[in-house]
């Protein structure tokens, strides 16, 4: 069982940045894949970015060359540092970790004004 818990999100203004943390609540060496998802009211929820264990990272097309994701094993945290952000990316924000199981974080809400 891993908890995960995020952190990080706020209001915004466009074109502004944001970094959200996702902290677990055990070793993350051994889950394999970690990442972020979000969803918008009215939306399908949306894969954002995911990183492995050896670093090998995947972004959704929306988010290249503005989002980073990246991860500390030594501290159990996950990141995502968000830059130039666009109205569109408001939503909520989550982390997720798969291993044995897929573990879900609560969420976390980003809101970008224009």
């Known amino acids: 069982q891993v908890h995960l818990v995020e952190s990080g999100g706020g209001l915004v203004q466009a074109g502004g940045s944001l970094r959200l943390s996702c902290a677990a609540s055990?070793?993350?060496?051994?889950?394999?894949?970690m990442g972020w998802y979000r969803r918008t009211p009215g939306k399908q929820r949306e894969l954002v970015a995911s990183?492995?264990?050896?670093?090998?990272?995947n972004y959704a097309d929306s988010v290249k060359g503005r989002f980073t994701v990246s991860r500390d094993n030594a501290k159990d945290t996950v990141y995502l540092q968000m830059n130039s952000l666009k109205p569109e990316d408001t939503a909520v924000y989550y982390c997720i970790g798969v291993a044995d199981a897929t573990y879900w974080g609560k969420g976390t809400q980003v809101t970008v004004s224009s």
């Open positions: 990183i492995t264990r050896d670093g090998n990272t």
């Open positions: 055990r070793t993350i060496f051994s889950i394999n894949t």
